[in-house]
Each structure stands twice: as structure tokens, then as C-alpha cells.
């Protein structure tokens, strides 16, 4: 059975597992990847919920409309006769190398439970919440070179000045970034999520996703944000420092305060889902269709 939920994660991930094995292995190795992948995040969805409705049900398709939540959560919708639209057809992405997929999926779940989350429930048991949030600020902060050139590169104009007013706001008042000063700043007008990267610019422009990709420490991708991950690897201040297992380093830790601060969004999605491999393939496809029409 197909079962299907409507990530960020984000978190590129921004896929918590692929965000997760990465973790651990920046912690451990000093190996690089690019910095965008998104986190996947799963709705907490009380226990009678879950046994009242089968799992294909909960995780079909949501059409055009919102599938995650300003907060990274699952909107779980009703009803079995759901309009199918252009976010199934993305969800619908080519996956011909489903076996080797698959064989990296498992390789990245393993080792998520057996050493990601146990390292980071020791680090946000040593750690209390605030301080991890000032640090995700920071680092969100920091990765403003790419939120930026992406949307300039999509000729988002007024989202790029607000995010510049953001990170100059940030730096400035907030010590370098640690606080989200603007958080309660409205622009003068709407505009669209600011919270792009090059893959998604890609996408943009046209480019469609290719076929689906799962890397072993990234997790979830396509041929288009596998581009992506390249360019924005180089726009990513802490590929700069140096020595190169010093900026390897800080990745890491960047990825582990982040999956401290989600434990327990992945475990909700496999077992809410009868396949995790196809569940998590489809949150991410969504997800970043998503992303890029916002």
C-alpha cells in the first residue's frame, strides 16, 4: 500500500533521518555535506487518532493546500476523497533507483536510533532548551547567504530586503544572532516565505526534480537539489573555516542541536505509516513543492 503523508524540515533537514545520520557523522568524521537539508518534522497525533483511522488515510495526499504548519507540522486533513493536484504529481517523482534507495534509507534509520538520537538526547539532557534555541538562531542567522542569493536569483526582491533587515537586525541587536530580535517584525506587505535555497531556486526557474535520490547521511533528495547542494555548500559561511575539520566540526554540532530539538518527530512518522521509505519520499517531495510555491 502506498501510504503517504502530505518534512521540513529543513530539516533540510532544512529529512530528520538523513539530517540525523549526518549529524553524527559531521560529530564524528569531520566529513562535509551541504547544509540545506531540511529536518523532517511529523505531527503528534494523539494514540485513539491513530487506531480510529488506518495509516493510508492519514498520510494521503493534501492537493495544493498547506501540508506543514508555520511550526514544521503535519496538517492532517480528513476524508478519503481528497482533490489530487500538481503536489501529488510532484509527490509522483521517478524513483528507478528505488533499491539502492532503499538500501541507504535503512543504512541512515539504523544510524539515527543506534548513535544519533542517543547522542543527541545525552547533549539536550546536559543542555537546556534555551541555550539550543539561541544556538539554532545563531546558526539560522548565519545561513542568510543563502536564503539571500536564492531570492535574489528569483527576483524576489522584497523578500530579499527583509531578510537583510532580519540578519542586520540579528547581528546587530540580537549578539551576533543568538536572539531573534525580529521574530514579532512585520513587513510592510505580505510577502513569501524567505526560507529558500538553490535547489528550490532551481525549481523555480523551471527545472523539474529529476528522479529521487537518498544519500547515505544526507537522506531524502532529488537530481535538482542535488545540484543545489553543491552551490549552496559554497555559501554556507562555515565552509570557510578553517582548518577544514574545524568547519566539519561546527556543521556537526549545528545539525546536532537541531535534531535535539526534534527527537521524536521521526518515531511518530514510522509508526504512523506502513512504509517509512515511501512516507518519508513523499513528506520530502511535498515538502519542498511547498516551499517553492510559498
Not at 503523508?5 to 540525523?20: D, N, Q
Request: charged letters at 20%; glycine letters at 8%.
Amino acid at each position: 500500500m502506498d501510504a503517504r503523508m502530505g518534512i521540513s524540515t529543513r530539516l533540510s533537514l532544512t529529512h530528520l533521518v538523513g539530517a540525523a545520520a549526518l549529524t553524527l557523522f559531521f560529530a564524528s568524521s569531520g566529513l562535509a555535506a551541504a547544509d540545506t537539508a531540511p529536518v523532517l518534522a511529523a505531527a503528534e497525533t494523539p494514540a485513539a487518532v491513530v487506531a480510529a483511522k488506518p495509516a493510508d488515510s492519514m498520510l494521503l495526499a493534501y492537493g495544493d493546500d498547506d501540508i506543514w504548519d508555520e511550526n514544521g507540522q503535519i496538517i492532517k486533513r480528513g476524508g478519503a476523497a481528497q482533490h489530487m493536484s500538481m503536489a501529488d504529481e510532484v509527490a509522483a517523482t521517478p524513483d528507478p533507483l528505488e533499491g539502492w534507495n532503499r538500501m541507504w534509507f535503512t543504512f541512515n534509520d539504523k544510524l539515527y536510533f543506534w548513535a544519533l538520537k542517543p547522542v543527541a538526547q545525552g547533549y539536550s539532557y546536559v543542555v537546556p532548551e534555551r541555550p539550543r534555541l539561541w544556538v539554532h538562531n545563531f546558526f539560522h542567522n548565519l545561513m542568510y547567504p543563502v536564503r539571500f542569493t536564492s531570492l535574489m536569483l528569483q527576483a524576489k526582491f522584497d523578500a530579499a530586503a527583509v531578510e537583510t533587515s532580519r540578519f542586520i537586525g540579528n547581528t546587530a541587536f540580537g549578539l551576533g544572532g543568538f536572539a531573534d530580535m525580529t521574530s514579532d517584525c512585520k513587513p510592510y506587505k505580505p510577502i513569501g516565505s524567505t526560507e529558500q535555497d538553490l535547489g528550490l531556486t532551481f525549481g523555480y526557474w523551471g527545472a523539474g526534480n529529476g528522479f529521487y535520490l537518498v544519500w547515505p547521511f544526507i537522506g531524502p533528495s532529488t537530481g535538482r537539489d542535488s545540484l543545489g547542494y553543491v552551490g549552496d555548500y559554497f555559501l554556507t559561511p562555515t565552509s570557510y573555516v578553517n582548518p577544514w575539520y574545524w568547519s566539519m566540526a561546527t556543521k556537526g554540532y549545528d545539525k546536532v542541536n537541531e535534531v535535539s530539538m526534534r527527537i521524536g518527530d521521526y518515531e511518530t512518522l514510522k509508526d504512523a505509516s506502513l512504509d517509512p521509505y515511501e512516507a518519508v519520499r513523499d513528506a520530502y517531495l511535498r515538502l519542498r513543492f511547498k516551499k517553492m510555491n510559498d
